[in-house]
T-cell receptor
Framework: DGGITQSPKYLFRKEGQNVTLSCEQNLNHDAMYWYRQDPGQGLRLIYYSQIVNDFQKGDIAEGYSVSREKKESFPLTVTSAQKNPTAFYLC???????????FGSGTRLTVV | KQEVTQIPAALSVPEGENLVLNCSFTDSAIYNLQWFRQDPGKGLTSLLLIQSSQREQTSGRLNASLDKSSGRSTLYIAASQPGDSATYLCAVRPTTTDSWGKLQFGAGTQVVVTP
């Protein structure tokens, strides 16, 4: 079945560490997105990519980095510069402007 | 800037009652509107997608309407069941160039259906 796979499901980060969240899709979608979800704040866009080797900052890109070397993959790195990284991270993809978004099952990141 | 509002923030109904969830948006320049369901600790599951040219979409017990001119969408869930308990989110896809890809979400309506 086609879909989006996010891994790991749970991730723990020590202070000062960089961590990378994986997002893979087999839907042949051109565009991919990363959202952050915090209680009471809804979903906020971190980064998005319309095509391979291109990506744009969203509303809260500071402290995060991404790459898009393959159409299927859009990993997100949470750097030590992100001061409050504890949140639920969601990856999504879409194809064309008339189609909806498909979301992955999310990664919960906790700072320990 | 597009703003999406969902009312009510929380809703509790007895099993069998119909659910009515509201979503309003401030800018009618949208490609489409999408309703999602989110269970605790899980990702978003797409329920219905309504194109800007459409008035409604139906899937089983779910029906969503769209009135683009007034900036409103309503999700109806008929004969609610305890399994319908979840948070329901609406999101609009703007057409403006500087908002490309920036799906705008409401804060959600948390629904509890009691047996």
């Amino acid at each position: 079945d086609g879909g989006i796979t996010q891994s790991p499901k749970y991730l723990f980060r020590k202070e000062g560490q960089n961590v990378t969240l994986s997002c893979e899709q087999n839907l042949n979608h051109d565009a991919m997105y990363w959202y952050r979800q915090d209680p009471g704040q809804g979903l906020r866009l971190i980064y998005y990519s319309q095509i391979v080797n291109d990506f744009q900052k969203g509303d809260i890109a500071e402290g995060y980095s991404v790459s898009r070397e393959k159409k299927e993959s859009f990993p997100l790195t949470v750097t030590s510069a992100q001061k409050n990284p504890t949140a639920f991270y969601l990856c999504a993809s879409s194809h064309g402007t008339g189609n909806g978004y498909t979301f992955g099952s999310g990664t919960r990141l906790t700072v320990v | 800037k597009q703003e999406v509002t969902q009312i009510p923030a929380a809703l509790s109904v007895p099993e069998g009652e119909n659910l009515v969830l509201n979503c309003s948006f401030t800018d009618s320049a949208i490609y489409n509107l999408q309703w999602f369901r989110q269970d605790p600790g899980k990702g978003l599951t797409s329920l219905l997608l309504i194109q800007s040219s459409q008035r409604e979409q139906t899937s089983g017990r779910l029906n969503a309407s769209l009135d683009k001119s007034s900036g409103r969408s309503t999700l109806y869930i008929a004969a609610s069941q305890p399994g319908d308990s979840a948070t329901y989110l609406c999101a609009v896809r703007p057409t403006t160039t500087d908002s490309w890809g920036k799906l705008q979400f409401g804060a959600g309506t948390q629904v509890v259906v009691t047996p």
